[in-house]
């Protein structure tokens, strides 16, 4: 006989639908021992559960899953894209306004860099914005120091090697020189750790600023530093293809027939 398929949705998905964690970070959470399922521990996320499960993390029990939400979050320079760091220094989750509930950074943005930052508070939405397959074009101002030309800049466009790494071809447009530098506005659809500012040295050129505008269709725009935005719910739902909420069906009152 078939065997038939458990019901409910695995436990990493639920913990971070909730808004606890990120799939991959509620599955460490797991093998750590630090979640119960119905007040038992459990050491492996290969368990699916249902409503009528109660799920604890830490011994705190898992609030009930909220509406996906996402954010456009201005990030300042000077600031780590991390929970925590090791070295003591300032992230962005300590920077923002009070009254922001827990959230989780789509991607990263590094020390010195600035600009559009997305934030949400599913698990689910930051893999899906976060996986290599999504493919959204991200756009970044970046100012080098030197004189470029279109010649040096080529190799960006074709691909390039840096220390044994491969990059994929960028979409780069040489904007204006000012000075000793330069502006450059480039497209990317990965995220590699320093992706740009190792790109543009490995054809002699220095990263001095560096400001994401656009993730995919979300735009910095006039947002300013440490300002946040919340994306509406609609759109939201519009750009990631996300069902409607459903609600309940109000009550129709009985027509009463005239005589």
Known sequence: MPETANPGDRIAKVIARAGRA???EAERLIEAGRVTVNDKVIDSPALNVTDKDR??????????????????YHKPTGLVTSARDEKGRKTV????????PRVMSVGRLDLNSEGLLLL???GGIKRRLELPSTGWLRRYRVRVHGKPTDAMLEPLRQGITSDGERFQPMQVELDRQQGAN???TVGLREGKNREIRRAM???????NRLIRISYGPFQLGQLKAGEVKEIRGKV????????????????????????
Do not use: C, H, Y
Request: aromatic share 4%; hydrophobic share 40%; charged share 30%.
């Open 22 to 24: 990120s799939r991959r």
């Open 182 to 184: 330069a502006w450059i």
């Open 236 to 259: 939201l739902r519009d750009q990631l293809g996300l069902p409607q909420p459903e609600r309940p069906k109000p009550t129709q009152a009985k027509r009463t027939r005239r005589r």
């Open 93 to 100: 989750f300590d920077a923002l306004p009070e009254g922001m």
């Open 55 to 72: 799920i604890a993390v830490d011994g705190t029990p898992l609030a009930a899953a909220e509406d996906a939400r996402l954010w456009l």
């Open 120 to 122: 949400t508070n599913d």
């Open 201 to 207: 040295e490995a054809v002699g050129l220095s990263v």
